[in-house]
């Protein structure tokens, strides 16, 4: 199996399991050859989350309809909660503290995690 084809593999198993409390063993063949991988650059994300660090409106944009966003503390309290039903939003982040948060994006087939950092100057 190919190298992108795995990274993908591990990726989807991990958006999907990313809140259970599931250990995960990966084992690499050492003989297979690959390019250099970064998460960043071969993630697949189906959302366009900017800016971030964000400061006042956080944009999402995504290839489906997002049905709720909620932004959640580091130690996992609900700090708001953002209903939507379209597939681009600004969620306003004014009147939340400044800090390292966990943002949750709702669709009718993925639950999608992914940490901002709200910055108020």
């Given at each position: 199996?190919?190298?992108?084809?795995?990274?993908?593999?591990?990726?989807?198993?991990?958006?999907?399991?990313?809140?259970?409390?599931?250990?995960?063993?990966?084992?690499?063949?050492?003989?297979?050859?690959?390019?250099?991988?970064?998460?960043?650059?071969?993630?697949y994300?189906?959302?366009?989350?900017?800016?971030?660090?964000?400061?006042?409106?956080?944009?999402?944009?995504?290839?489906?309809?997002?049905?709720?966003?909620?932004?959640?503390?580091?130690?996992?309290?609900?700090?708001?909660?953002?209903?939507?039903?379209?597939d681009?939003?600004?969620?306003?982040?004014?009147?939340i503290?400044?800090?390292?948060?966990?943002?949750?994006?709702?669709?009718?087939?993925?639950?999608?995690?992914?940490?901002?950092?709200?910055?108020?100057?």
């Amino acid at each position: 199996m190919k190298p992108t084809i795995i990274l993908m593999l591990l990726v989807s198993f991990y958006q999907n399991y990313a809140q259970s409390s599931h250990t995960v063993n990966v084992k690499i063949d050492q003989e297979e050859s690959c390019e250099a991988l970064s998460i960043e650059s071969n993630e697949y994300t189906a959302f366009q989350i900017y800016p971030n660090p964000v400061s006042t409106h956080l944009n999402i944009k995504s290839f489906n309809i997002i049905n709720e966003v909620i932004v959640y503390n580091l130690i996992g309290q609900e700090v708001m909660k953002h209903r939507v039903i379209n597939d681009v939003t600004a969620v306003d982040v004014r009147n939340i503290q400044s800090g390292i948060y966990t943002l949750q994006i709702k669709t009718d087939i993925e639950v999608y995690n992914h940490k901002i950092i709200i910055r108020h100057d």
